[in-house]
């Protein structure tokens, strides 16, 4: 990785596509507001302590985490983007988001462990992946996308039953959900008739114009290819 200038003060950090094992945001200053480190192998991440008060977008698509350990409050961060991680452990991520990220909007994790992927386990089906929406948006009341699709106001109204809070979510290689899980969301699908439907194509986010350091050290990058600046 690229050593940081003698002016640390960076507002957007991008580092895609390298061979990074482990990335610490520390050295680019407290000002960080974006960090992309997407198409890496990193296990490990640390000091984003330092820049808690002004992150507002974090991209950590394709690397190898195994979780997401938030020591202290993020109050800005808005877009947390973990595709394609090993993520295994939803309720301890959930336990971290719920308490550190009180603004968080979008959250995506498609492609781990703990997130049910038709393309990627053939056990599972839809009602898997809805019963899981309804888990994360029990305790993360505060999104409007999840995944590939926005939450409609009805899916929200749905998963605020106590049931969703504790339920024992669907885990590759296990036995699947019981039929009452299947149950429920049969008798709630019809209602969803109207709900929004997944956007199409990619979703390009506004311009903006003033003056920001910049630091990219990558090439390319997924991003937040779903979400537009009016979906926040």
Request: charged content about 25%.
């Amino acid at each position: 990785m690229q050593e940081a200038s003698d002016d640390p003060d960076f507002s957007e950090i991008c580092f895609v596509g390298g061979d990074l094992t482990e990335f610490n945001v520390r050295r680019f200053g407290p000002d960080v507001r974006r960090v992309d480190v997407s198409f890496n192998t990193i296990t490990r991440l640390g000091g984003f302590e330092c820049c808690a008060d002004n992150l507002e977008e974090l991209i950590l698509d394709n690397n190898q985490l195994d979780g997401l350990e938030l020591i202290c409050v993020f109050p800005k961060l808005h877009t947390l983007s973990l595709n394609k991680n090993k993520i295994s452990n939803l309720k301890k991520l959930l336990h971290y988001l719920k308490t550190s990220t009180p603004s968080l909007r979008y959250l995506s994790l498609l492609g781990n462990p703990t997130c049910p992927d038709q393309l990627t386990d053939d056990f599972v089906d839809d009602s898997d992946y809805q019963i899981y929406r309804y888990h994360v948006l029990y305790h993360l009341r505060t999104l409007k996308f999840l995944d590939h699709r926005p939450v409609s106001f009805v899916e929200m109204m749905e998963a605020l039953k106590p049931l969703y809070g504790n339920l024992q979510l669907y885990h590759p290689k296990s036995t699947p959900l019981p039929d009452s899980g299947s149950d429920l969301l049969n008798k709630t699908s019809k209602n969803k008739a109207g709900g929004p439907q997944p956007p199409q194509g990619q979703g390009h986010a506004r311009s903006r114009q003033g003056k920001r350091k910049f630091k990219y050290l990558g090439k390319n990058s997924e991003g937040n290819r779903f979400i537009r600046d009016n979906d926040l």
